[in-house]
């Protein structure tokens, strides 16, 4: 059975897209890096908006010309749709998920990016460090 991404599950806009990569935990697998953005929590908002709050978890995709020519470019990213619709009912509400494909992806079949994209999103939901990436301090 095809499982399609609903429309509202969609990251689109660029603002959403930059706050999903600044404030979230990064983890790279195979043929994609995922970044993680768990909902923001009451400390990190100061008036949480109760759209945020009840809204589904969010994927956006992110396929560079690296990758490929428009047709390959598209086809990884239609897998990677499929295989974000079939995690998405596993993510916490609220959460945002950019996926980036890298070169890479374009030789893997869709069941080597769907399993990229799972071990991708598990390793950055048990980062080591629960602080996002713009906390921490660089050297």
Same mark, same amino acid.
């Given at each position: 059975?095809?499982?399609? /991404?609903?429309?509202?599950? !969609?990251?689109?806009?660029?603002? +959403?897209?930059?706050? =999903?990569?600044?404030?979230?935990?990064?983890?790279? !697998?195979? %043929?994609?890096? &995922?970044?993680?953005?768990?909902?923001? #929590?009451?400390? +990190?908002?100061?008036?949480?908006?109760?759209?945020?709050?009840? *809204?589904?978890?969010?994927? %956006?995709?992110? &396929?560079?010309?690296?990758? %490929?020519?428009?047709?390959?470019?598209?086809? &990884?990213?239609?897998? /990677?749709?499929? =295989?974000?619709?079939? $995690?998405?009912?596993?993510? @916490?509400?609220? #959460?945002?998920?950019?996926?980036?494909? #890298?070169?890479?992806? =374009?030789?893997? +079949?869709?069941?080597?990016?769907? !399993? +990229?994209?799972? $071990?991708?999103?598990?390793?950055? *939901?048990?980062?080591?460090? %629960?602080?996002?990436?713009?906390? *921490?301090? !660089? @050297?």
């Amino acid at each position: 059975m095809i499982q399609v /991404l609903p429309a509202d599950a !969609r990251i689109r806009s660029s603002r +959403d897209f930059g706050a =999903a990569l600044k404030r979230g935990r990064r983890a790279a !697998r195979g %043929g994609v890096v &995922v970044h993680w953005a768990p909902e923001r #929590t009451a400390a +990190d908002q100061t008036a949480p908006s109760e759209a945020v709050a009840n *809204r589904t978890a969010r994927a %956006g995709f992110v &396929v560079s010309k690296a990758v %490929g020519n428009a047709v390959v470019r598209n086809k &990884v990213k239609r897998r /990677l749709r499929h =295989a974000a619709a079939a $995690e998405l009912p596993h993510w @916490p509400a609220g #959460t945002d998920v950019v996926v980036r494909a #890298t070169p890479k992806a =374009a030789e893997r +079949d869709f069941h080597e990016l769907h !399993r +990229d994209l799972a $071990e991708a999103v598990k390793a950055a *939901r048990s980062a080591k460090s %629960g602080r996002p990436r713009e906390q *921490r301090s !660089r @050297p």
